[in-house]
């Protein structure tokens, strides 16, 4: 239970920037692979839209993963907007 309150009570603590720079990175990965000359233009062009460095990316995804209370509602968030959009428009 403790771990679930401060799971919760971090959430805010994740940039919502820095998930929309993470999907639209995987998204990127996904669909021009990690090495082409493409994917690695795409990925500099992304994460200058989300105002990152590689180095900035880099040390803010390493403080995510290296604490337990921010990765469970990182990976929420992902989720949350993964499943918005694969959900069926009515």
């Known amino acids: 239970m403790c771990f679930?309150?401060?799971?919760?009570?971090?959430?805010?603590a994740i940039e919502e920037s820095f998930v929309d720079v993470y999907l639209?990175?995987?998204m990127?990965?996904?669909e021009h692979g990690n090495n082409s000359i493409?994917?690695?233009?795409?990925?500099?062009?992304?994460?200058?839209?989300?105002?990152?460095?590689?180095e900035s990316f880099r040390?803010?995804?390493e403080s995510i993963q290296n604490n337990p209370h921010l990765w469970l509602p990182f990976q929420n968030k992902v989720l949350h907007i993964?499943?918005?959009i694969l959900?069926?428009?009515?």
Request: net charge neutral.
């Open 38 to 54: 493409k994917a690695k233009e795409y990925r500099s062009a992304i994460l200058k839209k989300h105002g990152y460095t590689v």
């Open 4 to 12: 679930t309150f401060f799971a919760c009570q971090n959430t805010d």
């Open 59 to 61: 040390e803010y995804t």
């Open 28 to 30: 990127n990965s996904l």
């Open 87 to 90: 959900e069926p428009q009515s």
């Open 82 to 84: 993964l499943d918005s």
């Open 24 to 26: 639209e990175l995987r």
